[in-house]
């Protein structure tokens, strides 16, 4: 039997009947032989209690000492279901991320993981003891407790089965697996089998929340094969795989949809070489996050450069724009808030034509106008009126008979 | 300016307005030019949360696994300490029981603090940091979580400032200080100033909540000044000190009432080499906790041995009393389940004469009858009828003008 790592969220082990749950479903695979190391998260709502308890004492809390505090929500959930398995019949031993030696940077609340050593739970495992580790945390070099940040503990999960050599990564969540798009959006969304990991990390990149992208470029790195599944079903989930051991490579594996960005035009500036650059940098000094950007050039020699910021960042954008166009001396400012963002991923892009064509015709046929377009080697994403950005979807999924 | 060792115990960081005020106070101190270093406990009832969640799981979960959970309570209020003082700009940096190396031996839920390297410490108070560390846990030489059961944060505390040759320990509760007896009591109670180790130690063994025997025994063992005082209040508590700093040795220090044990007594046994030795070792394998012994020879050469026992192993200890009769042919077993013990400590004992006399003579003037003796070099002890308690304590706190 093989060695499987597998990593339950926090809602899985939400409450003590959960956790229970979820140590049936781990006797499961240890009563069929595996060797198993579990990552768990943190109970339910425990950490936005412990996020509250500190905001009450500090509205700006150091972030090593946020990580002191965050990271024994991770611990509790260790013990506890090793408790559970230990209840029933199966023997189990926790460990935190220092006690694994998850070696991080210094980066406090957003570490980076280093290495792991695997010493301590090959030797559990090797006492046919399920390991327990606490997912979203590690130790910088001097035993300092880091946390990885978003997504951590799918990180932990991966990573673990990178070290581990596992030939499985299970990520177990409160939905069946990545859908082709949002199934609160369109019902006709379906469950995909296999996806590759370039495909996913777009997905995720999109914000398709069911994995985060970190996880993604590590399972990607080091070929680890995530399974995404539900704890609360016995169905298989969605398998996230090299691309070479996809068979269907389709044109378009998923379509997504955001609707929390703005477009901002900086219109009429001269064709000079460094100026976008110059642009992007003092955007990038006031920690704008921008996502697409497009550039062409008018008449006269004078270009436009669009691009798109998150909504909240509208007004930074526009003062930084100002006084860049100020020093520049010309060019105007158009800002548009009222978009979104609809895109379409697939490795199949790579090879077959006509995928942008066929969206932008799908588009056209349901009166949708297209304010931006760009594209990538396995992604076309176009800007479009929020109004239209449902039906846009719906219409994009349709297209591609990904609810076939 | 000296380093102070300060310990706030679960009462005193309950919740976050009670950890800013604790904040406060260290702030003072931080003010004046001391060292600090400062070991809590868990908040409030975080420890029974755990403890019920843990219940719910397993009914005897391994001590490991409770370690684990167990000292999640602490880390939290270590992080959030640090962060309410680095709000008022007082430098903090926490630290776990492992991170300071607080190295125990491997018993879970019950460990004895080995070593404890204090370079991390030393270090962070050179750079004029307040150093807040958990109490109540260490690690064991594999990097295993352990805690050091009851009383264990004041074990903390004295063993930090132990290793760091602080001058004094101060343990903030939810008490003025040790008092001469339970003022919930006898209403004249009085707040001792100072008292010496030894005479702690006989009162806490006695029961008198407020310190732990252990964390005394290591305090005397490194000679470190143990202040017992409020956190609710700047009043001047009890200073725990050696018995060579201590001018005035009164002949009783203090008095307390226990009235949860039972008497057995072991009649008409013959007058034999070993047959005490046999019985209570027969009781120590059962894991009775004896705690006075008395014999007297009666007539024909025969025996009989009383002692006293918990309330609640009567059943166990008259089974084991029945069979090592039985084995031994004949004795009769008695047992009062009525009584209450009543102790006096003082280090003055040691010289002055009369001490057990006139204790004896306030209980006889109170009509109190005394139905076992049982004296130390520092303590008297009586076991009255329940009914007494009460009355004797008030006599004999009385009698050695306790509450002037």
């Given at each position: 039997?093989?060695?499987?790592?597998?990593?339950?969220?926090?809602?899985?082990?939400?409450?003590?009947?959960?956790?229970?749950?979820?140590?049936?479903?781990?006797?499961?695979?240890?009563?069929?032989?595996?060797?198993?190391?579990?990552?768990?998260?943190?109970?339910?709502?425990?950490?936005?209690?412990?996020?509250?308890?500190?905001?009450?004492?500090?509205?700006?809390?150091?972030?090593?000492?946020?990580?002191?505090?965050?990271?024994?929500?991770?611990?509790?959930?260790?013990?506890?279901?090793?408790?559970?398995?230990?209840?029933?019949?199966?023997?189990?031993?926790?460990?935190?991320?220092?006690?694994?030696?998850?070696?991080?940077?210094?980066?406090?609340?957003?570490?980076?993981?280093?290495?792991?050593?695997?010493?301590?739970?090959?030797?559990?495992?090797?006492?046919?003891?399920?390991?327990?580790?606490?997912?979203?945390?590690?130790?910088?070099?001097?035993?300092?407790?880091?946390?990885?940040?978003?997504?951590?503990?799918?990180?932990?999960?991966?990573?673990?089965?990178?070290?581990?050599?596992?030939k499985e990564?299970?990520?177990?969540?409160?939905?069946?697996g990545v859908y082709t798009?949002?199934?609160?959006?369109?019902?006709?969304?379906k469950k995909i089998e296999h996806i590759c990991y370039e495909e996913m990390l777009e997905l995720?990149?999109?914000?398709?929340?069911?994995?985060?992208?970190?996880?993604v470029?590590?399972a990607s790195?080091?070929g680890v094969v995530i399974h995404v599944r539900?704890?609360?079903?016995?169905v298989e989930g969605t398998l996230v795989v090299p691309e070479d051991s996809i068979m269907e490579k389709v044109a378009v594996r998923g379509v997504?949809?955001?609707?929390?960005?703005?477009?901002?035009?900086?219109?009429?500036?001269?064709?000079?070489?460094?100026?976008?650059?110059?642009?992007?940098?003092?955007?990038?000094?006031?920690?704008?996050?921008?996502?697409?950007?497009?550039?062409?050039?008018?008449?006269?020699?004078?270009?436009?450069?669009?691009?798109?910021?998150?909504?909240?960042?509208?007004?930074?954008?526009?003062?930084?724009?100002?006084?860049?166009?100020?020093?520049?001396?010309?060019?105007?400012?158009?800002?548009?808030?009222?978009?979104?963002?609809?895109?379409a991923v697939g490795i199949g892009m790579k090879s077959h034509s006509?995928v942008?064509?066929?969206?932008?015709?799908?588009?056209?046929?349901?009166?949708?106008?297209?304010?931006?377009?760009?594209?990538?080697e396995i992604k076309?994403?176009?800007?479009?009126?929020?109004?239209?950005?449902?039906?846009?979807?719906?219409?994009?999924?349709?297209?591609f008979e990904l609810g076939k």
């Open positions: 039997m093989s060695l499987v790592v597998q990593k339950y969220g926090g809602t899985s082990v939400g409450d003590t009947d959960r956790i229970k749950r979820v140590a049936n479903r781990i006797k499961m695979y240890y009563d069929q032989g595996h060797d198993l190391v579990i990552v768990v998260s943190a109970m339910g709502h425990t950490t936005d209690q412990l996020v509250d308890m500190a905001a009450a004492l500090n509205p700006n809390p150091k972030p090593r000492e946020m990580d002191v505090l965050l990271s024994t929500g991770e611990q509790v959930s260790i013990a506890l279901l090793a408790m559970a398995l230990d209840h029933i019949g199966v023997p189990a031993i926790s460990f935190t991320g220092g006690q694994v030696r998850i070696l991080t940077d210094k980066k406090h609340s957003k570490a980076r993981i280093q290495d792991i050593d695997t010493t301590r739970l090959k030797q559990s495992l090797g006492e046919r003891k399920v390991c327990i580790v606490a997912g979203f945390q590690g130790v910088d070099e001097d035993e300092n407790i880091t946390t990885l940040g978003r997504g951590g503990s799918d990180l932990s999960a991966v990573a673990l089965a990178a070290a581990l050599e596992a990564c299970e990520i177990y969540t409160d939905v069946d798009t949002d199934p609160n959006k369109v019902p006709s969304a995720a990149r999109l914000g398709a929340g069911v994995l985060h992208s970190r996880s470029e590590v790195k080091y539900s704890s609360f079903n016995n997504t949809l955001k609707s929390d960005d703005a477009r901002i035009s900086v219109l009429d500036i001269p064709d000079r070489p460094g100026l976008a650059a110059d642009l992007f940098n003092r955007l990038a000094r006031a920690d704008i996050n921008v996502d697409m950007i497009v550039q062409s050039t008018g008449k006269d020699g004078r270009n436009t450069i669009s691009f798109t910021v998150p909504a909240t960042s509208v007004g930074v954008t526009r003062e930084v724009s100002d006084s860049f166009l100020k020093e520049m001396g010309g060019g105007t400012i158009d800002v548009q808030e009222n978009i979104a963002t609809l895109s006509g942008a064509g066929a969206m932008f015709e799908a588009l056209a046929k349901n009166n949708i106008n297209i304010e931006m377009i760009s594209t990538s076309i994403t176009v800007v479009i009126n929020k109004e239209d950005g449902r039906k846009a979807l719906e219409a994009v999924h349709e297209a």
